[in-house]
């Protein structure tokens, strides 16, 4: 006899109260990276900045010229923000930067020379918010393989690709300084941290490695390391002029420059699992043997490991966002280790973890 499946007791009126309240926090809080994204068009972070760390809601009407009966409409979308812990409000109607807010100051360069507002506007634009409306479409639907993503079936474009380039070069442009400001950003910290992991190295080829800036900093803390930039040729042609590094403009998919180590930094989560085993089989041969000291550096998430609470959570919601927009993952320690394993690597080390993302290092 088949067994039924367990009843649910009835909630109770507390379970009941509670449940509605998350199920309104879980509608609507998009509202809070909306009043995030209006923060940075309005300059909120740099204004605060510019009046030394430390301002009043009346201090920041005037600062940004805003009409002065929107004084107390700003005043609602600060507290939200003060409740996101974006900013800080030691007094009533006086707000303070913190980290994240001061990430988002205009002019100020952190580790790597990152300008974090791009994630903010790309991640809050029109064409993101659209292709996650779509999601239920998208599963409905019966593709043929490869499965576009959400974001090409709504678009018709491929997110960083020319055809995004010809459907809307503005929001094309934004899209790339987004990517650039999530590579660049931590470095300096890697390097810090993780000081060993390019300890010994004589050379290093950084897999899309952009306009260099990655490559310097190693360059500047390891002068002796000899390292090549590849990247596309659109990429190299407007790479700055570098005596520090060697740019090679070509495609990951095809030749990998020979090196003692081999980087790829946030590369493979834009990547399904047989596009990176190919990647990886290429990097495989771009290196020596384990004994000569050959290695592959992946700087990536590594989705609970041993991650809990709010950074598992933005592990997972990076993990959605590639699903929306692209046709890659993000990746747990059992998925990287088969990919290894399928692109003939005989082992890896989980390094060190910073943040939601993990430093890896990878063996022939």
């Given at each position: 006899?088949?067994?039924?499946?367990?009843?649910?007791?009835?909630?109770?009126?507390?379970?009941?109260?509670?449940?509605?309240?998350?199920?309104?926090?879980?509608?609507?809080?998009?509202?809070?990276?909306?009043?995030?994204?209006?923060?940075?068009?309005?300059?909120?972070?740099?204004?605060?900045?510019?009046?030394?760390?430390?301002?009043?809601?009346?201090?920041?009407?005037?600062?940004?010229?805003?009409?002065?009966?929107?004084?107390?409409?700003?005043?609602?979308?600060?507290?939200?923000?003060?409740?996101?812990?974006?900013?800080?409000?030691?007094?009533?109607?006086?707000?303070?930067?913190?980290?994240?807010?001061?990430?988002?100051?205009?002019?100020?360069?952190?580790?790597?020379?990152?300008?974090?507002?791009?994630?903010?506007?790309?991640?809050?634009?029109?064409?993101?918010?659209?292709?996650?409306?779509?999601?239920?479409?998208?599963?409905?639907?019966?593709?043929?393989?490869?499965?576009?993503?959400?974001?090409?079936?709504?678009?018709?474009?491929?997110?960083?690709?020319?055809?995004?380039?010809?459907?809307?070069?503005?929001?094309?442009?934004?899209?790339?300084?987004?990517?650039?400001?999530?590579?660049?950003?931590?470095?300096?910290?890697?390097?810090?941290?993780c000081h060993d992991l390019f300890k010994g190295l004589d050379s290093l080829t950084d897999c899309c490695g952009g306009d260099g800036t990655t490559a310097r900093a190693i360059?500047?803390?390891?002068?002796?390391?000899?390292?090549?930039?590849?990247?596309?040729?659109?990429?190299?042609?407007?790479?700055?002029?570098?005596?520090?590094?060697?740019?090679?403009?070509?495609?990951?998919?095809h030749s990998i420059p020979s090196a003692q180590a081999v980087m790829l930094k946030l590369v493979l989560h834009f990547w399904s699992d047989e596009d990176c085993v190919n990647i990886?089989?290429?990097?495989?041969?771009?290196?020596?043997?384990?004994?000569?000291?050959?290695?592959?550096?992946?700087?990536?998430?590594?989705?609970?490991?041993?991650?809990?609470?709010?950074?598992?959570?933005?592990?997972?919601?990076?993990?959605?966002?590639?699903?929306?927009?692209?046709?890659?993952?993000?990746?747990?320690?059992?998925?990287?280790?088969?990919?290894?394993?399928?692109?003939?690597?005989?082992?890896?080390?989980?390094?060190?973890?910073?943040?939601?993302?993990?430093?890896?290092?990878?063996?022939?």
């Amino acid at each position: 006899m088949a067994g039924h499946a367990p009843t649910m007791a009835v909630p109770t009126d507390a379970q009941l109260i509670k449940a509605q309240a998350d199920l309104w926090r879980h509608s609507l809080c998009y509202f809070t990276p909306m009043a995030l994204r209006c923060a940075v068009q309005l300059g909120i972070p740099t204004a605060i900045h510019r009046l030394g760390g430390t301002a009043s809601l009346s201090d920041l009407v005037t600062a940004l010229s805003l009409p002065e009966s929107k004084t107390p409409y700003l005043g609602r979308i600060m507290r939200l923000l003060v409740t996101s812990d974006v900013l800080s409000s030691p007094e009533d109607g006086i707000y303070c930067l913190l980290p994240l807010s001061y990430l988002l100051v205009e002019g100020v360069l952190i580790d790597g020379e990152a300008h974090q507002e791009a994630i903010v506007l790309a991640a809050t634009s029109r064409h993101y918010l659209e292709a996650a409306l779509g999601l239920a479409d998208w599963f409905k639907k019966d593709l043929a393989l490869p499965l576009p993503s959400p974001f090409e079936e709504v678009h018709g474009a491929t997110i960083l690709e020319e055809s995004m380039t010809l459907l809307d070069p503005e929001s094309d442009k934004l899209f790339h300084q987004a990517v650039a400001a999530h590579d660049h950003m931590g470095i300096g910290t890697i390097l810090r941290e993780c000081h060993d992991l390019f300890k010994g190295l004589d050379s290093l080829t950084d897999c899309c490695g952009g306009d260099g800036t990655t490559a310097r900093a190693i360059v500047e803390a390891f002068p002796h390391i000899k390292c090549h930039v590849l990247d596309l040729p659109k990429v190299i042609e407007k790479a700055p002029p570098s005596e520090a590094v060697n740019y090679v403009a070509g495609d990951l998919f095809h030749s990998i420059p020979s090196a003692q180590a081999v980087m790829l930094k946030l590369v493979l989560h834009f990547w399904s699992d047989e596009d990176c085993v190919n990647i990886l089989s290429h990097c495989k041969k771009a290196i020596p043997s384990r004994e000569a000291g050959g290695k592959l550096i992946i700087i990536d998430i590594v989705v609970d490991h041993p991650s809990s609470g709010e950074m598992l959570e933005t592990q997972l919601l990076m993990d959605v966002l590639m699903l929306v927009c692209t046709r890659g993952r993000q990746r747990d320690e059992n998925d990287w280790s088969s990919i290894f394993t399928k692109a003939g690597f005989s082992d890896y080390k989980i390094v060190k973890m910073l943040g939601a993302r993990g430093i890896i290092e990878v063996y022939p």
